[in-house]
C-alpha cells in the first residue's frame, strides 16, 4: 500500500537558517504529493503541493519538487523566521484511484530568534 | 467562505458518555474524513465517505460511528466514551476529484475523557 515516511523532529534551527526536511513515498501509480502545517492549536492546512513528476510546489517561502526517480518530495526553505515554527506533514494521495490521503508522521520545526 | 466547521472545539465527558463531534461542509466536497491525532501516533483515520450514505472504515475505527445522511455533514459519535480516546479530533473534506486532490481540515475538537 501507499506509505509516507519523515524525517523524524523536532528540528531545532535559528533563524535565517536554511530548512529541508525530507520526505520519502511508497506509492503505486502516480500520486499527488503535498506538504501540509499545522500551528499550535489549529488545523492541517495546505502549504505546497505538486501533481506530477518534477513540479515543484511553492508557497511562502517553502519548495518542494516532485522527484520520482527518488520517490523524494523534500520541503526546504532558504530562511525561516519564528514564525514558521509548527509542525509539518508530508501527504500524498493517488490521482486516478483512491483518494484518501496517506500522511506522514509529522515533523515538528522549532525556530529560535 | 465557511469552509468546514467542527463543534464543539473542548468537550469534557466522563467515561460511558455518549458523544458526538459534528462537522459541517460548505463546499459539497464528496469525501470527508475523520481522523484523530495523538503524540507519537501522528494522524489516524477513523471514518471516511465518499459522498452521502457511503461510509467506510479506517485505520482506527473501534468505539465510533459515523453517519452521512447530506453530503455537507459527518458526525461522529463516541458511543460509549473511554479514556483511550481521548484526543483531538480533526474532521476534513475534499472534492475528491481533479488535479490535486487537496484536503481541507477544520480547526479540530479538543477532548478528554475523565
Known amino acids: 500500500g501507499n506509505s509516507v515516511t519523515q524525517m523524524e523532529g523536532p528540528v531545532t534551527l535559528s533563524e535565517e537558517a536554511f530548512l529541508t526536511i525530507n520526505c520519502t513515498y511508497t506509492?503505486?501509480?502516480?500520486?499527488?504529493l503535498f506538504w501540509y502545517v499545522q500551528y499550535p492549536g489549529e488545523g492541517l492546512q495546505l502549504l505546497l503541493k505538486a501533481t506530477k513528476a518534477d513540479d515543484k510546489g511553492s508557497n511562502k517561502g517553502f519548495e518542494a519538487t516532485y522527484r520520482k526517480e527518488t520517490t523524494s518530495f523534500h520541503l526546504e526553505k532558504g530562511s525561516v523566521q519564528v514564525s514558521d515554527s509548527a509542525v509539518y506533514f508530508c501527504a500524498l494521495s493517488w490521482r486516478g484511484g483512491s483518494y484518501i490521503p496517506t500522511f506522514g508522521r509529522g515533523t515538528s520545526l522549532i525556530v529560535h530568534p | 467562505d465557511a469552509g468546514i466547521t467542527q463543534s464543539p472545539r473542548y468537550k469534557i465527558t466522563e467515561t460511558g458518555r455518549q458523544v458526538t463531534l459534528m462537522c459541517h461542509q460548505t463546499?459539497?466536497?464528496?469525501?470527508m474524513f475523520w481522523y484523530r491525532q495523538d503524540l507519537g501516533h501522528g494522524l489516524r483515520l477513523i471514518y471516511y465517505s465518499a459522498a452521502a450514505d457511503i461510509t467506510d472504515k479506517g485505520e482506527v475505527p473501534d468505539g465510533y460511528v459515523v453517519s452521512r445522511s447530506k453530503t455537507e455533514n459527518f458526525p461522529l459519535t463516541l458511543e460509549s466514551a473511554t479514556r483511550s480516546q481521548t484526543s483531538v479530533y480533526f474532521c476534513?473534506?475534499?472534492?475528491?476529484?481533479?488535479?490535486?486532490?487537496?484536503?481541507?481540515f477544520g480547526e479540530g475538537s479538543w477532548l478528554t475523557v475523565v
Open positions: 476534513a473534506s475534499s472534492a475528491g476529484q481533479g488535479t490535486g486532490n487537496t484536503i481541507y
Open positions: 463546499w459539497s466536497h464528496s469525501y
Open positions: 506509492a503505486t501509480g502516480y500520486p499527488s
